[in-house]
């Protein structure tokens, strides 16, 4: 649903978080609640972002001129072929619905229970989704932008304060599941644990069509780091090495730093 298994994997935690205090006490709603939760985090992510919209996020749209398609079974193969990142140039509901029947192979009921629509809407948006996908142009020769594979150049040799000097004055740390920092002075110290050990390297690499570094140790693999930048400086880092299982879900594939 976002693009990413890494920031999937942020949802799936932040819907986890919410469901120690606010998730039904009825075992059977739990996972419909879930998935709503979830889809809804989704939702307003999207609406964070200054991404392209081509609908709103509410949009029905007319089904009048719509049928059921005969070849459900070919769509359902063409959607598990396409890439994560291909979902994100469709608008939040053709984006729901064809994740959901294509990939996941619910019904048209269980589709529009789930996002609290018509069999009707959910039969237009899958009509409209499927034919954006067909009609995306062949993706582009992928590249890394020039910041990301600075700040791991800077890495790899062991250029400490040339890292610092390119984290934002507010730059926010999350070494997910075990703790934040906000801050310069604060994030400054993370990199002592990297710097105490010589065989950390970082490597850009995209997963699921976003940027990110695969850092390995003694020519291991070990874990995914999540960069975003305002300008060249860093903003936030996300350090998953507490979460190694991601690394084998990505989908890596090597790429060329632009000039």
């Not at 120690?20 to 999207?46: G, K, Q, V």
């Not at 039969?123 to 791991?152: C, K, N, V």
Request: proline share 5%; charged share 30%; aromatic share 6%.
């Amino acid at each position: 649903m976002t693009g990413s298994v890494v920031d999937g994997e942020d949802l799936v935690q932040d819907t986890l978080l919410e469901a120690l205090t606010s998730a039904p006490a009825e075992p059977a709603r739990l996972r419909a609640w879930a998935f709503r939760t979830a889809h809804n985090r989704a939702i307003d992510r999207w609406r964070s972002y200054d991404r392209r919209m081509r609908e709103p996020v509410d949009a029905t749209g007319g089904a009048a001129d719509v049928r059921p398609r005969a070849d459900d079974l070919l769509a359902r193969e063409e959607a598990l072929r396409t890439a994560l990142s291909r979902f994100v140039a469709l608008p939040p509901l053709q984006r729901s619905c064809v994740i959901l029947k294509d990939v996941l192979d619910l019904s048209l009921d269980d589709i529009a229970g789930l996002l609290e629509t018509t069999v009707s809407a959910v039969q237009a948006a899958l009509h409209r989704g499927r034919r954006t996908l067909r009609d995306q142009p062949a993706d582009a020769e992928p590249t890394i932008s020039p910041a990301l594979a600075r700040y791991a150049a800077l890495f790899n040799a062991r250029d400490w304060e040339g890292i610092r000097s390119m984290l934002a004055d507010d730059v926010r740390l999350d070494v997910v599941d075990r703790f934040t920092k906000r801050g310069r002075g604060e994030v400054a110290g993370y990199f002592g644990k990297y710097a105490r050990l010589t065989d950390w390297v970082m490597e850009p690499k995209l997963v699921d069509g976003h940027e990110i570094l695969v850092v390995s140790r003694g020519g291991v693999p070990s874990h995914l780091v999540a960069l975003t930048f305002e300008g060249p400086r860093v903003a936030t880092i996300r350090d998953y090495f507490h979460v190694p299982y991601l690394l084998g879900e990505a989908r890596l594939a090597l790429v060329t730093p632009r000039s």
